[in-house]
């Protein structure tokens, strides 16, 4: 079943002559369970579609599909997209962007109490995740004592707490070297195989490329190519 | 979970450093409260606290307080004789400074008929009132002086036979009572030689005129007569009396200027004191707005400082009120923080501040409301730059 439908996107800033069509007429789908990048140079329209999956910039054309709702058909579907966001999609970032005030645990606790978990809930269940990802004994410090990994994985962790079939991730192993940037990709499969989740990740980090189930090319707002890994890998 | 608390706790040494300084400003507002309470007590104490139906003065003055006011000493026996009136007393009033214990200090004295008369203290805390009619006085505890202490005020020294609380001037200077006749030779006490040099102007005006030396040494004790003058009369109206007759038929026929305690009230308030109120309103409404406008650019940069995680909170979904909770409440905990630290200091400046501090409940807690508003208001712009952050500014690098 897929949990992301791309059905015919564009995207198109200014009017007239002015216009740029930032990304052409796209389509594709993202199964439960499915890694996925998006692949391409700066300009290529990667992050336009990002964008719009996470529910910040409406595309001009097209429908988009997410966990079986609708959030775009030509336009707005009157969708709360806060909601919407904190509910379905998980966020992960190049930088983090973890709280700096708030410790680890609280840092991942803080998804669930936006969605309405309550105090000891919350924190049971960040416990749970940061134990799932290996980093339980760093749940009382604080972001700025973690090393670049460590933190990567609590905003992972943060990214899975509301249990979203759909994890964003925009450039995860930018800001890390390849050693770390393979675990985190390895990190990133297990989530969707064993949380049958899918993980979108969008990149132009030609390192981490084989690890993926699907890849879409992306170049000058156009989907180029789709290079699936061979069934089993 | 409390962003706002955790985000203080986490920077504890700023959020309290930023405290100091503004609960500073705060207790300045909040003694410049008690300054401008107090100058108004002061203003008006001597007039509220003088057991007197009427105050007689000089024709066409606003005396004694707000203007010179001079009369003859024997004027109040006319005034006693005045229909309605039960009792009238001499009162003399006038600012000296004199070194007292080894320092100049400023003070008013009032010479008033110790024998019975109008005018006197009203509570004397420790000792008694003045019983003799020469060389004893009150003085108000503000002056230091021990009971038992001399003082000595121009050729005399008096001894002070009891202390009052809180009997203070316009000015905030300590009153000091002497029997009427002590005020007035104090009052025109002259330095021996200025007497030798004024006798001898006399003569000479007087031999200047036409007459012989004989004759000018004859006239001359009725060119001195200066120090036989007084500033007022204190009226005690007579059971039924009415004030508005009694007044009239004064200014009528005595051709005195009267007025009721109210009416001195009034024209102390709107006449000294005004433009002083006014001056410290003006102040105090100042040092609100700086207070206001220093918490709002401290609220405005701690939210800049944390713009990003902002934008990863509206990213991740969080809704507006969870933003605009985070930025409020550390606005409100720096402006409550700073205020109940305010009002630490202010208790701690009440006791060694050299003015009379009056502090009215009421006052406080409209400038508690106040800098309350204003931390909300201090807090807007910062909440408005944080809801026009786009969540996307948490993505990239």
């Known amino acids: 079943m ?14 007239g002559e ?3 069509q930032a990304l052409k007429p796209t389509s594709f789908n993202v199964e439960r369970g499915e890694l996925a990048a998006l692949l ?23 429908r988009i599909v997410v966990n079986g709702r609708e959030i775009y058909n030509d336009g707005p579907t009157g969708i709360d997209e806060r909601a919407f966001r904190r509910q379905n999609i998980g966020f992960i970032f190049q930088q983090h962007n973890l709280i700096p005030f708030l410790t680890v645990q609280e840092n991942v606790a803080l998804v669930l109490y936006l969605n309405g978990a309550g105090r000891r809930d919350a924190a049971r269940r960040a416990r749970e995740l940061l134990g799932y990802l290996e980093i339980a004994h760093r749940a009382d410090s604080l972001p700025a004592n973690l090393s670049g990994g460590e933190q990567q994985r609590v905003a992972i962790g943060r990214a899975l707490a509301n249990e979203p079939r759909l994890v964003l991730a925009d450039e995860p192993t930018a800001a890390l070297d390849t050693e770390r940037g393979t675990r ?9 195989r064993e949380r049958d989740s899918a993980v979108i990740t969008v990149t132009h980090d030609h390192r981490m490329i084989e690890g993926f189930d699907t890849v879409y090319h992306l170049d000058d707002g156009r989907l180029t190519e789709t290079t699936r890994a061979a069934a089993g890998a | 979970m409390d962003l706002a608390l955790k985000d203080i706790r986490r920077h504890l040494g700023k959020f309290v450093a930023t405290i100091a300084g503004v609960s500073m400003l705060l207790a300045i507002v909040l003694v410049m409260n008690g ?12 007039i509220d606290n003088t057991a007197t139906d009427l105050w007689v003065v000089e024709r066409d003055r606003g005396g004694p307080f707000n203007e010179p006011s001079r009369m003859p000493r024997d004027s109040y026996k006319s005034v006693a004789a005045t229909p309605g009136v039960a009792r009238a007393s001499p009162l003399v009033l006038y600012t000296a400074q004199r070194e007292i214990d080894g320092a100049s200090q400023q003070f008013t004295i009032i010479g008033y008929d110790v024998f019975g008369g109008l005018g006197g203290p009203g509570r004397i805390v420790r000792g008694r009132a003045i019983e003799a009619a020469h060389y004893e006085m009150l003085a108000d505890e503000k002056l230091g002086l021990a009971l038992g ?27 000091v009572y002497l029997s009427l006749p002590d005020a007035q030779a104090v009052q025109f006490q002259k330095d021996n030689r200025a007497l030798v040099a004024a006798r001898a102007a006399n003569l000479k005006r007087l031999e200047s005129a036409g007459y012989t030396a004989a004759q000018a040494e004859r006239l001359l004790p009725l060119l001195s007569a200066e120090g036989d003058t007084i500033n007022a009369v204190l009226v005690r109206l007579a059971p039924g009396a009415d004030a508005g007759a009694v007044a009239a038929h004064i200014r009528d026929w005595l051709y005195f200027n009267v007025y009721t305690g109210a009416q001195e009230r009034t024209l102390m308030l709107e006449g000294r004191l005004r433009k002083m109120s006014a001056v410290l309103g003006l102040f105090r409404a100042l040092l609100v707005l700086v207070s206001i406008v220093i918490m709002a650019l401290i609220v405005y940069v701690l939210t800049i400082e944390k713009i990003r995680s902002i934008a990863t909170l509206k990213l991740i979904g969080a809704p507006n009120w969870v933003i605009v909770r985070l930025i409020l409440e550390q606005s409100l905990s720096l402006t409550l ?23 009215l409940p009421g006052e406080t807690a409209i400038t508690f409301a106040v800098i309350l508003v204003g931390g909300v208001i201090a807090s807007l712009m910062a909440i408005w730059h944080a809801l026009r952050t786009p969540p996307q500014l948490a993505l990239g690098g």
């Open chain 1, 2 to 15: 897929a949990v992301l439908e791309i059905d015919n996107v564009s995207k198109t800033f200014g009017q």
């Open chain 1, 18 to 20: 002015l216009a740029v």
């Open chain 2, 149 to 175: 202490a001399k003082v000595t005020l121009g050729t005399h020294a008096y001894s002070v036979v009891g202390v009052t609380h809180g009997a203070v001037d316009a000015g905030g200077n300590p009153l």
């Open chain 1, 40 to 62: 391409g140079p700066s300009g290529s329209g990667k992050s336009t579609l990002l964008l719009a999956i996470s529910l910040i910039l409406e595309p001009t054309t097209g």
């Open chain 2, 35 to 46: 300054i401008y309470q107090g100058n108004i007590a002061d203003g008006v104490w001597l």
């Open chain 2, 337 to 359: 923080a700073s205020f109940a630290v305010a009002y630490g200091l202010r208790e701690l400046i009440v006791p060694v501040f050299p003015r009379t501090l009056t502090f």
């Open chain 1, 184 to 192: 985190v990709m390895a990190l990133l499969r297990k989530i969707a």
